[in-house]
């Protein structure tokens, strides 16, 4: 007997019946190595167990020396340098490094004691057992410091998140070779008595079959687990038989063909009989003849025979509700127009990627992601990547238009950019809902401020609600804490905090070995905390943190405001900074 479609359900309802019957949930967590992880999607969250770089190393080819004894070096007038040895990379840097010495490094080897910067092999002429240097280098020149890629307890990537070649590159940076993934497995069945499989010959009133092949690569594209149950053929007990196989070896199942409403249609009938059918015809073309159903806990989703209506299925309303069943984020390749928020430099002579983060406003505006070209972690977060052409040789400045080639939809309901303290970093841990982070200092919150972009943001000369921030000077164990010495690293506030001191940059540049701003301020108690710094500047819940020795310096004033949209994360963040105050 035919079965007639009385009404044709909305395809939105019907996928909110789905859901509501059969709540979508992920199958057990399963523990792979980076080997075979690629495509599938995090069941955990995970947070580095190190700091990149763990200690301080060079980023070129050249000399490791103290930047005080190339001061005043020209080509006219080279200074001479004594070479006490020279550090390999994966070598532990013993030789110490004293006034008009240098010691030969690679890149990526570590900076020997007493070295704050790295003189440029180019720059260096060997002459026996001493080198003549031609140009003059600044404190931490071609030196990446501890902790400014990555720094320990840092969220590296978030559960739900389909891992790609650029998260394997994060995770293997930061030593993870396992991670937990949820691999959704779908059983896929085609039925019909004309289908043949590729690859044979093809009789009269015969058709290969697509849906097999179509929709199992489809999925596998998408991170899911096809299981390949096979053709069967317009017979109700092998199609029963097919359907209880499914479910025994997969947490979905999906049929293509036999649906409709004729006699020869069997997959509501089966379904009817040993589950529930939720929906049976929908209101969209091409893929009519859908029906959503459930068998025990499982979804069995029957899909329309014809190759494009199956296709068509599958990608709006079976991968949503898989999607759902991973907590997995939209993502997409495309191209957009974007302004440029931050200047790009490109590398003379070379088409050069500069990887980016999106903020939206009345257009969208990118930001540069990356710290640098070792900065593996933040290009493994960026939205994308604006490409300058090898002809180019001057920048992008600010406000120019730029083309982003998307890693991702640049889309989001929540976004951080600015300053990050203890507070901000506790909140944008714990906030249930995914944010954006810009960790990108002053400047770019007051870029979001002025734009009033879509996030929330934290600088100094932006508008919104005052927040006293104290910073303090921390130091080794049993050292005396003061200001100034010779051996200080200052947090991004830094430079207010020289105005307030009476003091310019290019002055302190002289006076003291390490003035320049590290990213956070987490980075510079880790760097004092490990040794590699003797004081730093940071703020006092970043030492209390670490459980530094500290001394008060002064407070400084930073301004947190938001987009109206972007409201539940501020007041989050409020939150967060009264409880670490009172704390």
Not at 236 to 256: R, W
Not at 287 to 299: A, N, S, Y
Not at 303 to 312: K, R
């Amino acid at each position: 007997m035919r079965k007639v479609f009385k009404k044709l359900e909305n395809v939105d309802v019907a996928f909110q019946k789905l859901v509501n019957a059969v709540p979508p949930r992920p199958p057990k967590p399963l523990e792979v190595s980076l080997h075979e992880a690629l495509g599938y999607y995090l069941a955990e969250d995970v947070y580095s167990s190190i700091n990149i770089p763990p200690f301080p190393r060079s980023s070129v080819d050249g000399y490791a020396v103290n930047s005080r004894s190339t001061w005043g070096a020209s080509e006219d007038e080279p200074v001479k340098l004594k070479v006490k040895g020279k550090v390999k990379v994966g070598e532990e840097a013993k030789v110490e490094v004293g006034e008009g010495e240098a010691v030969e490094v690679d890149t990526g080897s570590m900076i020997p004691p007493g070295a704050d910067a790295v003189v440029p092999v180019e720059y260096v002429k060997e002459v026996e057992d001493s080198i003549l240097v031609y140009r003059a280098v600044t404190p931490g020149e071609n030196v990446l410091w501890p902790a400014t890629d990555v720094y320990y307890g840092e969220l590296i990537a978030r559960s739900g998140e389909r891992i790609t070649s650029r998260t394997i590159a994060a995770l293997s940076s930061i030593g993870k070779g396992k991670v937990n993934v949820w691999k959704l497995k779908v059983a896929v069945i085609s039925t019909g008595n004309e289908l043949v499989e590729p690859g044979n010959p093809l009789p009269p009133g015969k058709v290969y079959d697509v849906n097999t092949f179509s929709l199992s690569a489809r999925l596998r594209e998408e991170g899911f687990e096809p299981i390949v149950i096979g053709v069967v053929p317009d017979d109700y007990e092998k199609l029963k038989e097919a359907i209880l196989k499914g479910l025994e070896v997969a947490d979905v199942v999906i049929t293509s063909g036999s649906t409709s409403a004729g006699p020869e249609d069997m997959v509501y009938r089966v379904v009817g009989e040993l589950g529930e059918i939720i929906v049976h015809g929908l209101a969209f073309k091409p893929g009519k003849p859908v029906m959503l159903g459930r068998i025990g806990e499982k979804p069995v989703f029957g899909l329309a025979g014809h190759p494009d209506s199956a296709y068509f299925n599958l990608e709006k309303i079976v991968i949503p509700y898989l999607k759902m069943c991973v907590k997995a984020r939209r993502t997409t390749e495309r191209k957009i127009k974007a302004v440029a928020a931050s200047a790009f430099t490109p590398a003379r002579g070379r088409r050069t990627h500069i990887p980016v983060k999106l903020l939206e406003g009345d257009r969208w505006y990118a930001f540069s992601s990356a710290l640098s070209d070792h900065a593996m972690v933040k290009y493994s977060r960026a939205d994308g990547y604006v490409t300058i052409p090898e002809t180019r040789r001057a920048p992008v400045e600010v406000g120019e238009e730029v083309e982003v080639t998307l890693f991702q939809e640049p889309d989001y309901d929540y976004a951080f950019i600015g300053d990050v303290d203890v507070f901000v970093d506790n909140a944008l841990k714990t906030f249930e809902k995914n944010v954006k982070v810009l960790p990108l200092g002053s400047f770019a919150g007051s870029l979001a401020s002025e734009k009033n972009l879509k996030a929330v943001w934290l600088s100094p000369s932006a508008k919104g609600e005052e927040l006293e921030v104290e910073l303090v000077i921390v130091g080794e164990e049993g050292k005396r804490l003061a200001f100034p010495h010779p051996a200080t690293f200052l947090y991004r506030g830094y430079r207010e905090f020289l105005k307030k001191r009476g003091l310019r940059e290019a002055e302190a540049r002289k006076k003291y070995l390490h003035v320049g701003a590290y990213p956070s301020p987490q980075a510079v108690s880790y760097a004092v905390k490990r040794g590699f710094a003797d004081f730093g500047i940071t703020t006092l819940t970043s030492a209390l943190k670490e459980g530094l020795s500290y001394e008060p310096l002064m407070m400084i004033k930073l301004r947190l405001g938001w987009h109206p949209s972007q409201k539940e994360l501020a007041e989050y963040i409020l939150s967060e900074y009264e409880r670490v105050r009172v704390r």
